[in-house]
């Protein structure tokens, strides 16, 4: 898929964005603009974040963290929750782990309006459509995922 | 209750030198000892302050407002006016104009008051959980809380902050008594703080400068100073970076 075809491309088109990519639950990779940074550890930095239990706490909503050289957001985008609204989708949660990579001087709520605005789209849509957990490599999440998923604090 | 004042002045004998000396003598049953303390600070009071309840007896010190010596027993400094501070009866003698024989706290008297206050409150609130604290656990010492107790109320004045947690180790040390609320979400803070250290991405330049996160559509600011870690809610629209200045610069100030 061509990166201006992606559902991420406008975000990583903002003023001082590097990179924006989304995971599944299961940390699998989804979607991320642009694909030259799949070749770099950031992938594997997000996708160790996007795995971790911290992000896994309900009450937390978004995170973002100012390091000296770059700025990250995480943000939970859709449900917060594993069951899903149908038998087609049973066990695929509805929920996605976006990261946002910015230069450090980026403004944040310059950044947290564009990703309101986008995820309002993508909400009318269906998160769990416009980031289908298909897109990624691995397993599919079926009724093991629901049996098996990942405990909520 | 009967103040020092319905008293009226009285002349007592110095023990040491067996001279009259002039001052105030009354009971305090009932009687705030804090506000007491406090009405003398703001006037700008300077001599003693004699307290004594049965067969105990204790002292403290103003030189121009300021508290600067306490002693209860063989207790001394900011610990003694605390425990002083405790006292809910006993007799109150002042003795103006008189010296301290040696100088134990160096705190401001408004800090003074707030950190004995709380640590009342920290006991009556929860006098069986005080009594349960695991020997030897590192709790701050009584400076180290004053100095983030008068931190935290300077924080909570600022514009644009509506709430502020302080803490160690994942506990909460300022307020002294946060709600169970507050209380969890400063562990999630600090476990995402901890994970964040430890997770450092290429070229970012080191561990996070300060954490921004949502708890509940509610925005904190999250900032590392030494051992502690410093949480504010922020208002909307707050200018994070001029926070993060702020506090910063308002810790390394002291």
Redesign the interface.
Known sequence: MAAQESPLAELAATDGVRMVCVFAPDGRLLSSVPKAMENTPWIEFLQTWSGHPCLSWPELEEMALFYPNSLVIWRRIGENRNLSDGPSNLGEALYRNIFLVAEPATSLSLLRVSLDVKEHGWRALGIHKVFPSSAGKGSEGGILSKLFRRPTH | MKSPKDQGPVSVKSEASGSPKKGFIGLFAGLELPNLIQMMAMNGFTGKVELRCGSRAGEIYLKHGEIVHARLEDTAGVKAFEQLLGWVEGEVLLEAERQPPVETIDVPWHALLIQAMARIEDREAAPEKAQEQPPGKSQPQASELLRLRSFHRVLLDRPGVSNCLIGKAGQVLCPAQPVPKLL??FR?MW??LE??CK???????????????????RGWLLVRLGDFVVAVELEKGTD?AGIHREIVRLWEKG
Not at chain 2, 200 to 210: N, Q, S, Y
């Open positions: 969890h979400w999630i476990e995402v994970s964040s997770m450092t991405p290429p070229d970012a330049g080191g561990e996070p400068l300060m954490l921004c996160m949502v708890l509940e559509a994070l």
